[in-house]
C-alpha cells in the first residue's frame, strides 16, 4: 500500500519543493497559491468538497458518488491553487454557502427517496468509515471529538456512523459550523501619484475579516421531509442541537427521504491569519486531508 502511495505524493512533493525553492519569498507553511484574502461582511464564499476518504481503505470516491445536495449551477471541478492541484484528489464546488459574519441556519435539499441501491451505498459508505474532507477559504474542516475525556481533533467529518448495539446506520445531514473570523484594519488608504502626475487612492487591503478556523459539529437529525421540501435552497430553518437519541436520528434506509441543512456561527478570534495553520500541524499524527 505505501508503494502504490509513493510515486504521485513523492513527485508532488518534488515538484512542491521546486516550486518552494524558485520562490523568491516564500513563508514556512503556505502552500502555493494561497493567498490572503479578506472578505467584506456578508461576503459569499462557497466551501469545496474533496474526495470521500478512509481510514480503513485507500481508496477515494468522488463526494457527488453519494446523494448530497447538488449546487444550484451544477458540480464543477474547482481546485483553483497549486496547492490544491498538487494534493487534491478530486475538488468539487459545493452549496454549502458561508455569508461572512452572517450567522444563520439554513436548508439545501431533500432527497428523492433513496433507491435500494443509494441505502446499501450510503450504509456501506457509513460503516467502512468515510469522511466528508470540506475546505473553506483553503481552510480544512476541522473536528473534535471526546474520547476517554482527552479532546482529540480532526480534519474531516463521518458520512455516517453505526452506533453500539444498533443495526441501523445514520447519516450525518446536518452540520453546524463555526467560523473562527480576524477581524483586520487596514491601515489606511496609500495615495499613490500615476505615471501622469494624477494621485489616486489605493486602497491596498480592505478592512474586513479574514478566516482563520473553520470547525463543524456533525450530526443526524430525522426531518420531516414533506415540509421540509416545500423549502428553497438557503431558506432558513430553525438551529437544532444534535440529537442524543436514535428515534430522532436520520436513519439510512431504502424509500427514505433525507434533508440536508446546516447552520453557521462566526466567531471573533485572535489567531492571525498567518498563524491559521498552528492548529493542523499541532494534530498528532492526523492526516490533513485536501
Ligand atoms: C454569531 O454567533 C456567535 C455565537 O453565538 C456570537 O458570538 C456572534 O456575536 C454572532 N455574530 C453575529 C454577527 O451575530
Known amino acids: 500500500m505505501v508503494a502504490k502511495m509513493l510515486p504521485r505524493s513523492w513527485i508532488s512533493a518534488c515538484v512542491l519543493v521546486l516550486l518552494l525553492s524558485l520562490h523568491p519569498r516564500v513563508h514556512a507553511f503556505y502552500l502555493p497559491g494561497t493567498f490572503m484574502h479578506t472578505y467584506s461582511p456578508g461576503e459569499v464564499i462557497s466551501a469545496k468538497v474533496n474526495s470521500l476518504t478512509s481510514i480503513e481503505t485507500e481508496l477515494p470516491f468522488s463526494y457527488y458518488s453519494l446523494p448530497y445536495c447538488k449546487p444550484l449551477d ?117 495615495v499613490v501619484t500615476s505615471e501622469d502626475g494624477v494621485a489616486m487612492v489605493e486602497s491596498d487591503r480592505k478592512s474586513g475579516f479574514q478566516i482563520v478556523g473553520f470547525e463543524v459539529v456533525p450530526c443526524s437529525v430525522r426531518r420531516d421531509p414533506e415540509s421540509m421540501s416545500k423549502l428553497k435552497m438557503y431558506d432558513k430553518v430553525d438551529s437544532v442541537n444534535c440529537p442524543l437519541e436514535l428515534e430522532k436520528s436520520q436513519a439510512i434506509r431504502e424509500n427514505e427521504r433525507i434533508t440536508f441543512t ?29
Open 74 to 190: 451544477g458540480v464543477k471541478k474547482s481546485a483553483e491553487n497549486l496547492g490544491e492541484i498538487l494534493m487534491g484528489d478530486q475538488i468539487d464546488n459545493s452549496p454549502y454557502r458561508f455569508q461572512v459574519n452572517v450567522n444563520e441556519s439554513v436548508f439545501l435539499c431533500t432527497t428523492d427517496p433513496l433507491t435500494k441501491e443509494q441505502a446499501e451505498l450510503l450504509k456501506r459508505r457509513a460503516r467502512d468509515l468515510y469522511q466528508v474532507n470540506m475546505v473553506l477559504d483553503n481552510l480544512p474542516v476541522m473536528q473534535f471529538t471526546e474520547q476517554n475525556s482527552v479532546i482529540i481533533q480532526w480534519t474531516g467529518f463521518p458520512v455516517g456512523y453505526n452506533p453500539i448495539g444498533s443495526n441501523e446506520d445514520y447519516i450525518t445531514n446536518h452540520l453546524k459550523f463555526r467560523v473562527l473570523v480576524h477581524q483586520y484594519q487596514a491601515q489606511g488608504d496609500v
Open 262 to 290: 446546516y447552520e453557521v456561527e462566526y466567531v471573533k478570534s485572535n489567531i492571525k491569519w498567518s498563524s491559521r495553520w498552528d492548529a493542523y500541524l499541532k494534530m498528532d499524527g492526523a492526516k490533513v486531508h485536501w
